[in-house]
C-alpha cells in the first residue's frame, strides 16, 4: 500500500469509529433528547481544540459471545482540549456503544486521563451516560471502577472535578461522580444505586425512576445533585460558566477577570434587609447588590434553602458566598444546611477562593428529629470546616447572630479575618425573649404584671446585648458599616487579604466529625 492509501485506510478507520453505535441508534439518542458522547465534548470544548486519546482501544473479554466483538473507543471517549482558552481533560461515555457499559478497558481509559488530568493540574469533567457495569467482564469490570474511584480521591482537592449526568448513572457507576466536586444533573438522567424494581423485590416498596433518581429526587432530597440543566446544552453551559469561577488546580489563585475600581454607596442596601429581626426576606437580593453585576451561580439551590452558597465575584476576583436565607426556617441551621455549607467551604478553601458569609441566624433548628439525626455531629462540621479554612474569610453581620448558630458561620473565634456588622446586628447567646425567660424567670412570675415585666427586661437585654456595639466592644466585631457601604468593604478587605499566608501544625489530615 502506498502512503496514501495507508492514510486513506486511517482515515475509514476513524470515521467508522466516530460512529459509536451506529446510525441507527445515534438517531435514538437524539430522539430521546440527547446528545452523543462526541456531541458533547464538542459543545463543550473550544472549537477545534480536542484531542482524542485511545480511539483504537479494545477489549480483551472472551466471555459470554464478546470474543472478537468490536466495541468503537471502547463506550467512551476520552482526551484533552480547551474550555474559554484553558485546558482541561474529559472523558464522555457513549450510551450507543452496549449501553455506556463500563468494562476494564473502558475505565481504564477514565484512568489515563484523570492520570494526565492530574500530571498538568487541569480540570477534569466526566459525562456520564452508561447502564452500569459489563457484565460479561465480571470482576474486571468492577476492579476498573475501583481504580476510577480511587483516582476520583486522588484528584480531589488538587484539581476541580465536575461530573455531567446526561444519561442512567446506576448502581456502582453513581459513587464516581459522588467522589467529584460538582454534578450536573440533566432532566433526562437518573441517578441511583439501586433500581425500582430491585428495590421492590427487596423491600416491597414501589417507585418511579423518576422519582427514585431524577434530577430533583437527587437535589431537593438527596442533596446529591448540585445543578438542575434541562438537557445536555444547558448542562454543558453550567460547566463552563462554573469554570469560570475556579483555578485549574490548587497551586493556582482563581481567574480574576478585568473590572471597574470605582465602587459608589448602594442606598437600596439600607432598605432591603427589615429592621425587625422575625421579619423574612431573600438573602438572594442582598448577595445580588454585593457581586459583580448581580453574577451570582447559585449551587444546591433546592436542597437545604435555609442556606444559600454559590460563587460569585468581588472586583473581578472569584469568591465564595455562604449566607442564611430567613425565608426559610428564619435561616437557622439544620443537619441538611450544616452539610450544604461546611462542603462548599471545604472546596473554596481547598480551590484558593476566598469565603464571604453573610450572617442571619437564629441558632440551629431545635427539634427532636433534628437531634436524633445528629444535629450535633452535622453542625459540627460548619465549626469543623471554617476553623480548618486559611483562605480569606470575611463575615458580615446583617442581623441575628444568635449562639453557637453565629459560631458556626464564622465568628472570629472560628478564624474570622475581618468581621463587619450592620448597625441591625444583634449579636447574643440567644435571642432577647428567649434570654429573658431563663435568666428572668423568677422575677416575672413574681411581678405583678408579669407581661409588663417581662417586655421591660427584653428592652433592657436589647439595649445591653442585642446590638453589635457590645461586640466591637470586645473586638469580635471589626467595624459597624452602614449597608450601603458593604460591596466597598468587602473589596478592600479582600484585596488586602490577598496575600494571606496561614501557618497550621503539621499532620496528615483533621478529623471532620463526619
Not at 17 to 34: C, E
Request: aromatic share 6%.
Amino acid at each position: 500500500m502506498t502512503m496514501e492509501e495507508k492514510v486513506q485506510e486511517l482515515k475509514d478507520r476513524k470515521n467508522l469509529l466516530m460512529l459509536g453505535g451506529g446510525r441507527s441508534k445515534i438517531d435514538r439518542q437524539h430522539a430521546h433528547g440527547n446528545l452523543t458522547a462526541r456531541e458533547r465534548i464538542e459543545t463543550l470544548l473550544d472549537k477545534d481544540s480536542f484531542q482524542e486519546t485511545g480511539i483504537f482501544a479494545r477489549h480483551r473479554c472472551t466471555n459470554f459471545g464478546m470474543e472478537g466483538k468490536e466495541l468503537a473507543a471502547e463506550g467512551v471517549v476520552t482526551g484533552a482540549g480547551t474550555v474559554a482558552g484553558r485546558p482541561v481533560h474529559v472523558a464522555s461515555q457513549d450510551f450507543t456503544v452496549a449501553g455506556g457499559a463500563a468494562g476494564e478497558v473502558h475505565s481504564e481509559k477514565i484512568v489515563q486521563a484523570m492520570e494526565s488530568s492530574l500530571k498538568t493540574g487541569t480540570p477534569f469533567l466526566f459525562m456520564n451516560d452508561s447502564g452500569g457495569a459489563r457484565i460479561q467482564e465480571g470482576t474486571d469490570s468492577l476492579a476498573g471502577y475501583g481504580r476510577v474511584f480511587y483516582h476520583n480521591v486522588m484528584l480531589s482537592g488538587v484539581v476541580p472535578q465536575i461530573s455531567l449526568i446526561c444519561g442512567p448513572c446506576a448502581g456502582g457507576a453513581a459513587y464516581s461522580p459522588a467522589l467529584t466536586d460538582f454534578i450536573i444533573q440533566t432532566a433526562n438522567a437518573r441517578m441511583f444505586i439501586t433500581g425500582p424494581s430491585v428495590i421492590k423485590e427487596v423491600t416491597g416498596e414501589e417507585i418511579s425512576q423518576e422519582a427514585l433518581g431524577g434530577p430533583h429526587a437527587q437535589m431537593n432530597n438527596a442533596g446529591v445533585a448540585h445543578f438542575l440543566a434541562e438537557n445536555d446544552l444547558v448542562a454543558v453551559r453550567i460547566c463552563k460558566k462554573l469554570l469560570s469561577f475556579l483555578p485549574s488546580n490548587n497551586l493556582e489563585d482563581p481567574p480574576q477577570l478585568e473590572w471597574n475600581d470605582v465602587i459608589l454607596p448602594d442606598k437600596s442596601l439600607n432598605e432591603l434587609v427589615p429592621v425587625e429581626p422575625k421579619k423574612g426576606y431573600d438573602i438572594r437580593g442582598v448577595i445580588g447588590r454585593l457581586v459583580d453585576a448581580c453574577d451570582f451561580l447559585e449551587v444546591q439551590p433546592l436542597f437545604a434553602p435555609n442556606l444559600v452558597i454559590g460563587f460569585g465575584r468581588i472586583l473581578g476576583r472569584s469568591v465564595g458566598i455562604v449566607a442564611n436565607q430567613p425565608s426559610v426556617l428564619a435561616g437557622a441551621l439544620d443537619i441538611d444546611a450544616s452539610d450544604k455549607g461546611a462542603r462548599f467551604v471545604r472546596f473554596c478553601n481547598a480551590f484558593n477562593i476566598p469565603l464571604v458569609t453573610l450572617v442571619d441566624v437564629p441558632g440551629f433548628l431545635p427539634g427532636v428529629q433534628q437531634e436524633y439525626g445528629g444535629i450535633i455531629r452535622h453542625g459540627a462540621k460548619m465549626l469543623f470546616a471554617y476553623s480548618a479554612a486559611t483562605v480569606p474569610k470575611v463575615t458580615v453581620i446583617l442581623r441575628k447572630a444568635y449562639g453557637g448558630g453565629f459560631l458556626a458561620m464564622c465568628g472570629k473565634e472560628l478564624g474570622a479575618d475581618r468581621v463587619l456588622a450592620w448597625p441591625t446586628a444583634e449579636i447574643a447567646v440567644m435571642g432577647p425573649q428567649g434570654a429573658v425567660n431563663v435568666i428572668f424567670r423568677k422575677e416575672i412570675a413574681e411581678a405583678e404584671d408579669p407581661q409588663k415585666k417581662r417586655d421591660e427586661l427584653i428592652e433592657a437585654y436589647q439595649s445591653t446585648f442585642a446590638t453589635p456595639y457590645a461586640a466591637a466592644a470586645r473586638r469580635e466585631v471589626d467595624d459597624i458599616i452602614e449597608p450601603a457601604e458593604t460591596r466597598r468593604h468587602l473589596a478592600m478587605t479582600l484585596d488586602i487579604l490577598h496575600t494571606k499566608r496561614e501557618f497550621r501544625p503539621m499532620k496528615k489530615h483533621g478529623l471532620i466529625p463526619l
